[in-house]
């Protein structure tokens, strides 16, 4: 009997070890998987299904990333939009809601403080509802040709 119980002990550390390795992978190829569609992937995306607003029926259909995927060093720039701020992707024409929190009211104020367009470096977490993608800004950091101060023009 105690044979038997040490192979069943063997057997089901085994699973364990099996099912943890096979999430440590999942989640690593989720994280490479995290870069945005191609242009190819947005004409072939599904309509959002709010078909009742005209100013969507116009607008092209972006690919809708799912919930809890996470982006990397995205660079682009931040505009209000209506009483929203949505952050253009300067790499395609991808571009996301951007959800209110910390990171957003620092970059607001940075913004304010330099009156000109920046270009910002943001990582974050996508979200979902009704069909459109939020993110959520975890890290920004002014991309390397922002910080460069505008050079006057000398006579």
């Known amino acids: 009997m105690f ?26 190829f989720a994280m490479e998987q995290a870069s945005l569609p191609s242009e190819n992937a947005t004409a072939n995306a599904p309509d959002s299904g709010r078909e009742g607003k005209s ?22 720039t931040v505009r209000q939009t209506g009483r929203r701020y949505t952050f253009f992707v300067a790499a395609n024409s991808n ?3 951007l959800l209110e ?27 979902e509802f009704q069909g459109q993608n939020y993110l959520l800004i975890e890290h920004a ?13 000398v006579p």
Do not use: Y
């Open 3 to 28: 044979s038997t119980t040490n192979v069943c002990r063997r057997k089901l550390g085994q699973v364990l070890a099996s099912v943890t390795l096979a999430g440590i992978v999942r989640s690593l």
């Open 55 to 76: 100013a969507e029926k116009s607008a092209p259909t972006r690919p809708r990333l799912r919930e809890g995927t996470k982006l990397f060093d995205l660079v682009g």
């Open 95 to 97: 571009r996301f809601v």
């Open 101 to 127: 929190n910390l990171m957003l009211e620092r970059i607001l104020r940075a913004q304010a403080s330099h009156g000109v367009t920046i270009q910002w470096k943001i990582s974050g977490t996508v979200t």
């Open 141 to 153: 950091l002014l991309h390397a040709s922002s910080q460069e101060e505008p050079k006057p023009n």
